[in-house]
């Protein structure tokens, strides 16, 4: 068997793995999940006509805020479920199964890899959730065409690429689960000083700019855009650049961080 069949093989099985652990304990991801749900139900039912009416002139359209909050609280779910991918990193290292994979027989990027495609699978599936929540409160996407939804689609599924990258990388420089879980925090916190619930312009000069220049805002900007057909700008090659920088950042350090030698 060649090399890349027995890489493959391995980390099918790795994969396979950590499925079973989340579906084994899905509460940490449940936990995460209920984030972006409930925010998605107190913005739309307890401030929806307040916030619509600061961002419509002072008319007020819950429907229309809605459709605004939507792509931010999609690419919020991702940041709060690829969480779990850091702290379930971390038990592997930290509990000495690591130490027995790496004296056995397999490929060694399996164990990264099974993690991470897992992760990604964990994370659609929660955005596809999320997704129905928000057309059971009244989402609608009706001007958007089957090409600009896989673009969609597409920049979902490259956005949680990028963040699961960080967030094993994370997960593996974590003494336990517990840190592992406080750093990957900034992947909650940053869609909040994004333009996810208010416009970036409608916040304070001096906060304008880190609101801008992150990488939620760019994807929410562009996802917004291919959903609701508002201008994206250049907000649509920023977002694949910013993933495809987090990716590559993401992989090196983990790679690295993984590689070295166990004191």
């Known amino acids: 068997m060649s090399s890349l069949s ?7 099985t ?27 139900l107190l913005f739309v039912y307890v401030f929806g006509d307040t916030m619509s ?18 792509p931010g609280l999609l690419l919020m779910t991702i940041g709060s479920t690829v969480v779990g ?6 038990n592997d290292m930290n509990e000495g199964i690591v130490a027995r994979f790496r004296t056995m027989a397999i490929h060694r990027g399996s164990i990264l890899v099974g993690h991470v495609v897992g992760s990604v699978l964990r994370s659609i599936a929660s955005v596809v959730l999320v997704g129905a929540v928000a057309v059971a409160v009244g989402f609608r996407s009706t001007d958007a065409t089957a090409a600009e ?18 967030a094993v990388g994370m997960g593996l420089i974590s003494p336990n689960a517990e840190a592992a879980g406080n750093n990957a925090t900034p992947l909650i916190l940053l869609p ?3 333009s996810a619930f208010v416009p970036v312009d409608a916040m304070p000069g001096w906060f304008q700019p880190i609101a801008e220049y992150q990488p939620f805002t760019p994807a929410i900007e562009t996802l917004r ?18 993933c495809l920088a987090l990716t590559a950042l993401g992989y090196l350090w983990s790679a690295s961080t993984f590689n070295r030698d166990p004191e």
């Not at 939804?149 to 979902?156: E, K, S, Y």
């Open 6 to 12: 027995l890489a493959v093989r391995d980390s099918a």
């Open 14 to 40: 790795m994969l396979r793995r950590s499925l079973l652990h989340a579906r084994r304990y899905p509460s940490l991801t449940l936990n995460l999940l209920l984030t972006p749900i409930m925010l998605l």
């Open 53 to 70: 009416a600061g961002i419509g002139g002072g008319t007020a359209d819950r429907s229309a805020y809605l459709a605004y909050l939507v």
């Open 85 to 90: 991918t850091a702290v379930s990193m971390a």
């Open 149 to 166: 939804w896989l673009a969609a689609f597409g920049l979902l599924v490259l956005f949680t690429l990028a963040l699961t990258w960080i």
């Open 192 to 194: 909040l000083l994004s």
């Open 225 to 242: 855009g291919l959903l609701l057909g508002t201008g994206i700008g250049h907000d649509g090659w920023l977002a694949p650049a910013w």
